[in-house]
């Protein structure tokens, strides 16, 4: 059981758009902590996406973006593209594990 | 560009121990905090141990402390993760990953990772 819960399975046509939901507690979210997103490629080590709640790193399309509201925070793509099928996981810091936490990953189709 | 390169997997009896390394290149490493992430097979990811870019704090998740030990070589750009009393659960994929700096826990960085089999 994930600390941060993500749904395990999202799918959209190309071109689409899709949200990636993760919901936490008083304890990580809730507690103004910083969400992160990650993208793990089939066979690849994850890659950071999104940090601090809405930034991207250089090189990350701007099809991605991350917004944050109360305990939950979420991941939007705009203009799926096959490419983008992989598993996403939210990543925050909870004050009461003293430590980070994972959500425990959406694995996104691309129909 | 930054590399991390781990080693030191492999597999071991249950009750054993193992160190990973994690040799770190690209950045100036005595300035950024380091963490251990691991992956069941098949299975999400889960924070494991964090320290500090000094050494001096070290964090771990529930599920190992006690039992594994962070630790960093600044002269040697290398971080380690002892891991003692290892039990079938702690297989998996050890990632090492570099934090993002300025008091962030995003992990900007990943390696390729070393995988841990328990098992007898």
């Known amino acids: 059981q994930s600390v941060l819960t993500q749904p395990p399975s999202v799918s959209g046509a190309p071109g689409q758009r899709v949200t990636l939901s993760c919901t936490g507690t008083?304890?990580?979210?809730?507690?103004?902590?910083?969400v992160h997103w990650y993208q793990q490629l089939p066979g690849t080590a994850p890659k950071l996406l999104i940090y601090g709640n809405n930034n991207r790193p250089s090189g990350v399309p701007d099809r991605f973006s991350g917004s944050k509201s109360g305990t939950s925070a979420s991941l939007a793509i705009n203009g799926l593209q096959a490419e983008d099928e992989a598993d996403y996981y939210c990543?925050?810091?909870?004050?009461?594990?003293?430590?980070?936490?994972f959500g425990g990953g959406t694995k996104l189709t691309v129909l | 560009e930054v590399q991390l390169l781990e080693s030191g997997g492999g597999l071991v009896h249950p009750g054993g121990s193992l160190r990973l390394s994690c040799a770190a290149s690209?950045?100036?490493?005595?300035?950024?905090?380091m963490d251990w992430v691991r992956q069941a097979p098949g299975k999400g990811l889960e924070w494991v141990s964090a320290?500090?870019?000094?050494?001096?704090?070290?964090y771990f998740a529930g599920s190992v402390k006690g039992r594994f030990t962070i630790s960093r070589d600044n002269s040697k750009n290398t971080l380690y993760l002892h891991m003692n009393r290892l039990r079938a659960e702690d297989t998996a994929l050890y990632y090492c990953a570099k934090e993002g700096g300025t008091g962030s826990t995003d992990l900007d960085s990943w390696g390729q990772g070393t995988l841990v089999t328990v098992s007898s």
């Open positions: 690209g950045f100036t490493f005595n300035n950024y905090a």
């Open positions: 008083s304890s990580n979210i809730g507690a103004d902590f910083d």
């Open positions: 320290i500090s870019d000094s050494g001096y704090s070290t």
């Open positions: 990543q925050s810091y909870d004050t009461s594990l003293s430590g980070s936490v």
